[in-house]
């Protein structure tokens, strides 16, 4: 499979997602649909679907116009959340087919809003995989909790994105990555790979590039949420579980003012 970042409106990444056998393709949260579909077109992609993370307007809001310009297109989304142009509601474990080879497993990873969906994509050798995140997993950070709890927080970062394999290359909602690493330094100012990256990371904004995909392992490395199960980050923050530690780190994001 072959994967194509689409920056859209400010800071958001929309993404193309073709089988290469067949090239058909799907669209990962298409918010400015004129513009991913001219991507496709460039690729010749035969677009059969929409994958979209979650409800707020940033992500699905081009979904019915995506519908207007590609009539009888599939829409995904949470069964849970209401999705603008939903037409196949998805629940955890759900698994959805692109072409020849790209196989698509739904994971619910609710807290920013109660039915995000995160799309964990495999290929036919099974090396390389991808996660598509939306607004709970960031590059070194993690969506603001709007709907859901540290405890959901946790379960969705740090046990169902946190088990996949350390290759699998993450493709998140937003440009967000210098400031995250930046206030994920004043959590843990010794960590050197938090260090390593952030030089990077603003190199790549210097010239333009982008700071997707990072990788499950790099995020256990750097992402000081994703961290939350070490006793030193915890004592750091004052707590004693990970889930306390989570909601503090968010707490301090939220008053964060780097």
């Known amino acids: 499979m072959k994967i194509f970042h689409i920056p859209c409106l400010q800071d958001n990444y929309s993404y193309l997602i073709i089988d290469e056998p067949t ?4 669209l990962v949260d298409p918010v400015e649909p004129e513009k991913v579909l001219e991507v496709a077109k460039q ?3 035969d677009v059969k ?3 979209t993370t979650h409800k707020h307007w940033d992500h699905a809001g081009g979904n019915n116009k995506i519908k207007e310009l590609l009539p009888g297109i599939k829409v995904y989304g949470g069964s ?5 142009g939903c037409t196949n509601k998805v629940d955890n474990g759900d698994k959805i087919s692109l072409g020849a080879e790209t196989n698509i497993l739904c994971l619910h990873t609710p807290c920013h809003t109660l039915g995000h969906i ?3 994509v495999t290929g036919k050798e099974q090396h390389s995989p991808a996660v598509f995140t939306g607004d709970t997993l960031f590059v070194a950070g993690c969506g603001r909790f709007f709907e859901g709890t540290a405890e959901q927080m946790y379960q969705s970062l740090c046990v169902t994105l946190g088990s996949l394999p350390k290759p699998t290359r993450v493709y998140c909602g937003h440009e967000y990555t210098v400031k995250n690493l930046q206030f994920a330094l004043t959590v843990e100012p010794e960590n050197t790979k938090i260090v390593e990256k ?4 603003q190199n790549q904004q210097k010239t333009g590039l982008p700071t997707i995909p990072s990788t499950i392992e790099e995020e256990l490395e750097t992402n000081p949420f994703m961290r939350v199960d070490i006793s030193d980050l915890q004592q750091k923050v004052g707590r004693n579980s990970p889930v306390e530690a989570l909601r503090e780190i968010r707490k301090m994001k939220d008053n964060w003012r780097g």
Not at 198 to 201: E, Q, Y
């Open 49 to 51: 679907f929409v994958l």
């Open 118 to 120: 995160s799309y964990y």
């Open 80 to 84: 849970v959340d209401d999705v603008e």
């Open 43 to 45: 690729h010749s992609a």
């Open 23 to 26: 090239n058909e393709a799907a």
């Open 198 to 201: 952030l030089t990077w990371a």
